[in-house]
Structures are given as C-alpha cells and as structure tokens.
C-alpha cells in the first residue's frame, strides 16, 4: 500500500520522466536511422513487467477522448489534462503492481456486474455525471440515453474502443474496492500486505 501511495506522490515527475523518454526515442532514431526494438519503447519497469510506451500512449488518448466527451468539451485545458495523465498512469500502475493479488485473492468483476454499472440498477457514479446522459429539460440522469449511445458504438469502431476503455476503468476501480474492502474486514490477509504492515510497525517502534 505504501508503494502505490509513494508512486501517486510522484506521478508528476514520473509524466516528466515519461515525455523526455519518448524525446529520447524519436530523436534516437532520427539520428541512428535505425528501427526500434522492444527495449527501446520501454519508459519503465514495474512489478518486472516492461511498460511499453505505445500501450501508455493509447491508454492516455482514450482516457482524454473520454474526458472530453463526457464534459462536452472540443479540448481540454492543462490541468485537467495533468490530471488525465496522472491517472492513466496511476491505473497502469495498479494494474501492474496488484494483477498478481487481486488473481490470486479471487477478486474479480463479472460480465454480468459491468454490466449492472453500465445499464443496471446500479449504475456507476460517473456514468451519472456524463452530461450527454443527462435529461436536456430536468438535467437528470436519464438511462434510456446510456443505451442509444451504446447501440450506437455499432457504427462507430473508434468510439466504441473509447468507451471499452472507460468500461475497463471503472471495471478497475470495482476490483480495487473489492479486494481493499475485504482486506479491511479481515477476509483475507495478503503475504505482500502482511509484509508491508511488518514494516511499517517496525517503523513506528523505531521513531
């Protein structure tokens, strides 16, 4: 847990990082005239896990696609793309660092449960707040405007991959809830949690 927190506190240098890497790649390339190998695309290494650039920068474009569509915006200004950006890599991150946990702890969400956030009777919270899926006269939340924008992605592919990513965001963010809740109500009890509990005490017992 102290891990993730230190890796938030950090996620502005870590975009710092990120971009002069990518600089690094282009102008590497422009001068070697040289092709890319895989080792030349990776921008860090997380959980011994190689994280690609390109992956980054897919994730990265969905993410701002879907902050402008869901706040009706044709651009976004500097903080909130920061902000975007923070969390794109935050979510890879926690991907990368607690997939292994979550797997083994069983935590998961089902086909079935997306779907209840999305369309059911328990619809996320951001969902909600999407302004095309809200009433135009009592700017409530209105589902029927959920399900003609999702029979739309139909016949449109490259919103429809937008979208899919916004699903695996929220999806995500449910696996986190899940498996911290359980932690909190003794269910269970993870090595790496039990060891980084260890740690802090002996920590606290040291000051």
């Known amino acids: 847990m102290a891990t993730l927190e230190k890796i938030r506190q950090r996620s502005g240098l870590l975009i710092i990082i990120i971009g002069l890497a990518l600089l690094a790649f282009i102008l590497g390339d422009m ?3 040289g092709g890319f190998s895989s080792d030349q695309f990776k921008i860090a290494e997380i959980n011994g896990v190689k994280v690609d650039y390109r992956e980054y920068e897919e994730r990265l474009e969905s993410a701002i696609e879907n902050v402008k569509r869901n706040t009706n915006q044709g651009s976004l200004d500097e903080k909130t793309t920061n902000q975007v950006h923070d969390q794109v890599w935050e979510q890879l991150v926690q991907e990368l660092v607690m997939g292994e946990e979550h797997n083994g702890a069983g935590v998961a ?11 059911g009777n328990n619809i996320h919270t951001q969902i909600r707040q999407i302004p095309i899926f809200q009433n135009e006269q009592t700017g409530q939340f209105d589902p029927e405007k959920v399900k003609e924008f999702i ?15 916004f699903e695996q965001g929220i999806k995500q963010e449910r696996i986190n ?19 980084q509990e260890a740690i802090e005490k002996n920590k606290k017992v040291d000051i």
Not at 109 to 119: A, P, R, T, Y
Not at 155 to 164: L, V
Not at 177 to 185: D, E, G, L, P, S
């Open 109 to 119: 969400v089902s086909v079935e449960e997306l779907k209840d956030m999305v369309l």
């Open 151 to 165: 029979n739309g992605l139909q016949n449109n592919p490259q919103m429809r991959e937008t979208w899919m990513a």
């Open 177 to 195: 809830n899940k498996y911290y809740t359980a932690i909190q109500k003794g269910y269970f009890v993870t090595d790496k949690y039990a060891q």
């Open 31 to 33: 001068f070697s005239g």
